[in-house]
Nanobody, 127 residues
Framework: QPQLVESGGETVQPGGSLRLSCAASGFTLDDYAIGWFRQAPGKEREGVGCINSRGDYTIYENSVKGRFTFSKDNAKTTGYLQMNSLKPEDTALYYC????????????????????WGQGTQVTVSS
């Protein structure tokens, strides 16, 4: 059964860093882009960005550019989201998702383009 499992979420102070992991089982990530999403309380799920299947092309939503970095280790079937300079407004439940579509500006934010989803991991940024 194909599955994605996120981990690494916790409570950190503003300015801190976290690395989230997205582990795939039951399938390999070689042919899948990974999208990252987040959902804050009372808000809709939003796309944070994506990384292509080879792991050499990324797209970031404007509010996280320069602070967040996606990476992908296909041998380990795991994707990563490195988050630096965290702000209180980054507080949300973070999800990863795998897509057989390409990672592109026109498609990364459309949840219908993703085949598999993780359960989410909570990131809280608070002093």
């Amino acid at each position: 059964q194909p599955q994605l499992v996120e981990s690494g979420g916790e409570t950190v102070q503003p300015g801190g860093s976290l690395r989230l992991s997205c582990a795939a089982s039951g399938f390999t990530l070689d042919d899948y882009a990974i999208g990252w999403f987040r959902q804050a309380p009372g808000k809709e799920r939003e796309g944070v960005g994506c990384i292509n299947s080879r792991g050499d092309y990324t797209i970031y939503e404007n509010s996280v550019k320069g602070r967040f970095t996606f990476s992908k280790d296909n041998a380990k079937t795991t994707g990563y989201l490195q988050m630096n300079s965290l702000k209180p407004e980054d507080t949300a439940l973070y999800y990863c998702a795998a897509s057989s579509f390409v990672c592109a500006v026109a498609t990364f934010n459309d949840t219908d383009n993703y085949d598999y989803w993780g359960q989410g991991t909570q990131v809280t940024v608070s002093s």
